[in-house]
């Protein structure tokens, strides 16, 4: 890859955060984007010994999403726990429904080592990150091996100049500022729109988590926050979209 097509990568990725993805259970009412965390799925998945690691997708688990479709009866109601809550904050527009997710990598393998092996410790660091790290619910990693290599491989240069970060935007609303009092929050964010967008089901609050800190963690502290600082607001939503 060329330095140019390295530095257009790097744009367009920042400007595509790809789809949301739930974070906890559907009580928390917290989101990351797709985008931020592979952000820290991809550097453990490449520290694993002899793993090349290729594309990486987070998604509902559509096999357990087929199986609560079978398991479902007229007149026996929603599954408890599977659907919105009261006071939960309402769903993004571009989210997928609450729920257990399914990671999907596809990687190569250097020889000299057994591919169980392999498989199984990349399985491991995927899973701890996401759910340790992260606070994703995992129903299932499902790996995929696309090629068998003789030795490491070159590692590729880095852009000779990188795109610059996104800025935090300027904002006085009361909700953004309660926000940015929580430990945790390194700024607001406008990836997906307005940094607070408030609609008939809510508020959505939408921020950078600091990197090392769990956006679980975070985003329950920040809807407590606002809850607290502004009783006046409905259901609060709180997205991740970068980690910094």
Do not use: C, K, N, Y
Request: aromatic share 2%; net charge negative; charged share 25%.
């Amino acid at each position: 890859m060329t330095t140019a097509e390295g530095w257009t990568a790097a744009v367009r990725d920042r400007l595509a955060p790809g789809r949301l993805v739930p974070l906890g259970s559907a009580a928390d009412g917290a989101w990351i984007t797709e985008r931020a965390a592979r952000g820290v799925l991809g550097p453990v998945a490449a520290a694993v010994r002899g793993v090349v690691p290729g594309e990486l997708r987070i998604g509902p688990d559509r096999e357990r999403e087929a199986g609560r479709e079978r398991a479902a009866q007229p007149g026996t109601g929603p599954e408890p726990g599977t659907g919105s809550e009261p006071g939960t904050g309402s769903e993004p527009e571009t989210g997928s429904e609450p729920g257990a997710l399914r990671v999907s990598a596809s990687f190569a393998v250097v020889a000299g080592r057994p591919l169980p092996e392999r498989v199984d410790a990349l399985r491991t660091a995927l899973l701890a990150a996401a759910e340790d790290g992260l606070g994703l619910v995992v129903a299932a990693v499902d790996l995929r091996v696309t090629d068998l290599l003789d030795a490491e491989p070159e590692p590729a240069p880095e852009p000779a100049a990188p795109p610059p970060g996104r800025t935090s935007p300027a904002t006085d609303d009361p909700v953004a500022l309660t926000a940015l009092g929580v430990p945790g929050v390194a700024g607001v964010t406008d990836a997906l729109g307005p940094p607070v967008r408030r609609g008939p089901d809510g508020v959505r609050v939408e921020l950078a988590v600091t990197a090392g800190v769990r956006p679980l963690d975070v985003a329950r502290a920040v809807r407590t926050a606002v809850t607290a600082a502004h009783p006046e607001e409905a259901a609060v939503t709180v997205v991740v979209s970068e980690l910094r």
